[in-house]
């Protein structure tokens, strides 16, 4: 099975942003897999049955990226980056209207530590991670955007680094602290 560097995906990327359907075709089944991949890690803890399923997420996640126009790719890490708020953001926005539909019951869960390593052992559910992730970014915006790069884009240190502009340290020490920061506001909240 071929795969594409990054440095080949970025030069499609920026090759989509001017124009170049070729490009976009080149991409999609790249970009496909690796949100494929993020989707499925980021269901492989829920429960059986759950409605939500990994191809469901990849797709309208797919579909609101090829419809943004206006966006500048500026290369995969950013690519990612943007996809892991959207996913963000479909996922809390299905648990919530769940949530609403069994009067608060039966949330769906997601497992911290299945994502991105972060070292905790609790299974918060999204929304509860959303609520405080939405908190820690009027406390730290940085802090909160390394999460969400690491935890829904699936992005490494040097990644995170790359679309925040920072160095690898600088996100180093962010993510310890909001490490330990989710984990304390999660532990209160369960």
Do not use: C
Not at 15 to 44: C, F, K, M, S
Not at 62 to 81: P, T
Not at 115 to 129: E, F, H, S
């Amino acid at each position: 099975m071929e795969s594409l560097t990054p440095p080949n995906i970025t030069q499609l990327l920026v090759a989509w942003n001017h124009g170049d359907q070729n490009a976009l075709e080149q991409l999609t089944p790249l970009v496909y897999r690796e949100l494929h991949r993020l989707a499925h890690r980021y269901l492989a803890g829920e429960r059986r049955g759950h409605v939500l399923q990994t191809t469901a997420l990849v797709n309208e996640a797919f579909v609101r990226l090829v419809d943004w126009q206006q966006v500048e790719w500026q290369n995969r890490a950013h690519f990612f980056g943007v996809s892991a708020t959207l996913m963000r953001h479909i996922l809390v926005q299905f648990a919530r209207e769940q949530q609403a539909q069994k009067r608060g019951g039966n949330a769906v869960q997601l497992s911290l530590s299945a994502a991105a390593a972060i070292g905790t052992r609790l299974n918060p559910d999204l929304v509860k991670l959303d609520d405080a992730l939405t908190a820690l970014e009027k406390l730290d915006p940085r802090q909160a955007r390394t999460v969400e790069l690491r935890f829904f884009g699936g992005l490494s240190l040097e990644e995170v680094a790359e679309v925040l502009r920072v160095s690898v340290s600088t996100v180093r020490r962010d993510w310890r602290m909001a490490q330990a920061w989710l984990h304390q506001q999660l532990s209160a909240t369960s």
